[in-house]
């Protein structure tokens, strides 16, 4: 071999399946990233804000309580209006949308019979 002759490098499979192994996963780091990027910008852009009730809306809504039951606490979640009531049969929490007064959903919790 001259001076000028580049050598020549032979790899060996192992080392095939190495470089391969670092490529795919360098790709895979790479659409990662650009995934992490797509997903910030995505949440920047389409962010939802709480939906406040408007001031001065007023609106009924009746939430049916059986004898001996009584309201414990009511929380506002946002748009929702989380009912506590409690009583002999257990405790339910009722959901209310807080804009319009109209019931979502009812979770009940029923006494552990023995």
């Given at each position: 071999m001259t001076q000028y002759e580049k050598p020549t490098f032979?790899?060996?499979?192992t080392q095939r399946r190495l470089r391969l192994l670092v490529i795919v996963l360098g790709v895979l780091m790479v659409l990662a990233f650009i995934t992490l990027v797509v997903g910030g910008i995505y949440k920047f852009v389409h962010h939802h804000k709480?939906?406040?009730?408007?001031?001065g809306a007023p609106f009924v809504s009746n939430v049916a309580l059986a004898p001996g039951e009584e309201i414990a606490s009511a929380h506002l979640k946002g748009s929702r209006l989380?009912?506590?009531?409690t009583?002999?049969?257990?405790?339910?929490?009722?959901?209310?949308d807080?804009?319009?007064?109209?019931?979502?959903?009812?979770?009940?919790a029923k006494p552990k019979k023995n």
């Open positions: 032979v790899l060996t499979a709480e939906v406040a009730v408007p001031a989380l009912v506590k009531i009583g002999p049969n257990g405790d339910k929490i009722v959901i209310l807080a804009a319009t007064g109209r019931e979502i959903g009812r979770v009940d």
